[in-house]
């Protein structure tokens, strides 16, 4: 069974860190590019991040780019995302995502093949 597991979710206030994991099963996760979605209370999903199967080019939203780093352990098949100097519009649930395209994750999301359930970050004031 093809799944993604988030977790590392939580309330912090802002200027704080969290440490998102997704754990990866069901597929061949170090030929996958992998990602992370978020979708803020009342707004579109959007982009965060996404990392090559190797691990070796990342890419980032505008919004994260110098505060978030995505990075990935293929022999425990497990995606990381660390966010530091958290600010209130960071709340959002983030959802990992898989794909055999790192462009998809990046520029077409209705093609990603994999999502996870999500879970919720809240950065309070």
């Known amino acids: 069974q093809v799944q993604l597991v988030e977790s590392g979710g939580g309330a912090v206030q802002a200027g704080g860190s969290l440490r998102l994991s997704c754990a990866a099963s069901?597929?061949?996760?170090?030929?996958?590019?992998m990602g992370w979605f978020r979708q803020a209370p009342g707004k579109e999903r959007e982009f965060v991040a996404v990392i090559s199967w190797g691990g070796i080019n990342a890419y980032y939203a505008d919004s994260v780019r110098g505060r978030f780093t995505i990075s990935r352990d293929n022999a425990k098949d497990t995606m990381y995302l660390q966010m530091n100097s958290l600010k209130p519009e960071d709340t959002a649930v983030y959802y990992c995502?898989?794909?055999?395209?790192?462009?998809?994750?990046?520029?077409?999301?209705?093609?990603?093949?994999?999502w996870g359930q999500g879970t919720l970050g809240t950065v309070s004031s």
């Open positions: 995502v898989a794909d055999r395209q790192l462009g998809a994750i990046k520029h077409d999301t209705q093609r990603v093949e994999v």
């Open positions: 069901g597929f061949s996760f170090s030929n996958y590019a």
